[in-house]
């Protein structure tokens, strides 16, 4: 159950994000400038992905450069009893509407595991709290992948939805990673390193 306070914190960074997509409608190309292609290299070949939903940060130039680079893309699903898993899919590969305005891929695409997942947000800390959406399907998914094996997870963000510290509980699962139109920020590094 969401408390009153995380749900005014989320609404309040959505509209924080909202503002800082409006003002900067080429972020997401310099967000792929900046990112450091050996998190590829090292946690690769499969990177799942997400399509922007509403204000989120456009990771297409991204997916774009490490398409460029070999990398297996996987997006987000969300099947009927409301479990998330990772499909393959390649740019240009169809598509179909999810829940909550999620583009996924079609329910008979292979299943894949990421290595590298490169997920959105509404806010992160220097802790690597990440805070969604509040559903929980990222934290409940993170969490299997990471009980199975290595797993990086790294947030695509605006750099203004850095937050000073945001509430986190004992289900959420952090980041190890962030990269933002602004450089990267490595500062939880280690957890999925090992």
């Known amino acids: 159950m969401?408390?009153?306070?995380?749900?005014?914190?989320r609404t309040r960074l959505i509209r924080r994000r909202a503002t800082l997509a409006d003002a900067d409608p080429n972020a997401g190309q310099r967000l792929?400038?900046?990112?450091?292609?050996?998190?590829?290299?090292?946690f690769g070949p499969?990177?799942?992905?997400?399509?922007?939903?509403?204000s989120e940060i456009d990771p297409t130039p991204l997916i774009m450069k490490?398409?460029?680079?070999?990398?297996q893309l996987a997006l987000p699903r969300l099947n009927e009893s409301g479990e998330m898993a990772f499909h393959s899919w390649a740019p240009g590969a169809p598509l179909q509407k999810g829940?909550?305005?999620?583009?996924?891929?079609?329910?008979?695409?292979?299943?894949?595991?990421?290595g590298l997942v490169l997920a959105p947000l509404l806010g992160f800390d220097a802790r690597g709290t990440r805070l969604g959406y509040g559903k929980g399907f990222y934290d409940r998914t993170l969490s299997k992948l990471r009980?199975?094996?290595?797993?990086?997870?790294?947030?695509?963000?605006f750099a203004d939805q850095e937050c000073v510290v945001l509430p986190a509980e004992s289900h959420d699962v952090a980041l190890d990673w962030v990269i933002t139109e602004t450089g990267s920020l490595p500062l939880f590094l280690g957890r999925a390193a090992q």
Not at 2 to 9: C, G, N, Q
């Open 32 to 42: 792929a400038d900046r990112f450091p292609v050996k998190l590829f290299e090292r």
């Open 2 to 9: 969401t408390s009153p306070d995380k749900a005014m914190l």
């Open 147 to 157: 009980d199975s094996g290595r797993v990086f997870i790294c947030g695509l963000a």
């Open 66 to 71: 490490l398409a460029g680079h070999g990398a």
């Open 46 to 54: 499969i990177v799942s992905a997400y399509l922007p939903i509403g």
């Open 99 to 114: 829940p909550f305005g999620l583009q996924q891929p079609l329910a008979e695409t292979p299943r894949v595991r990421p």
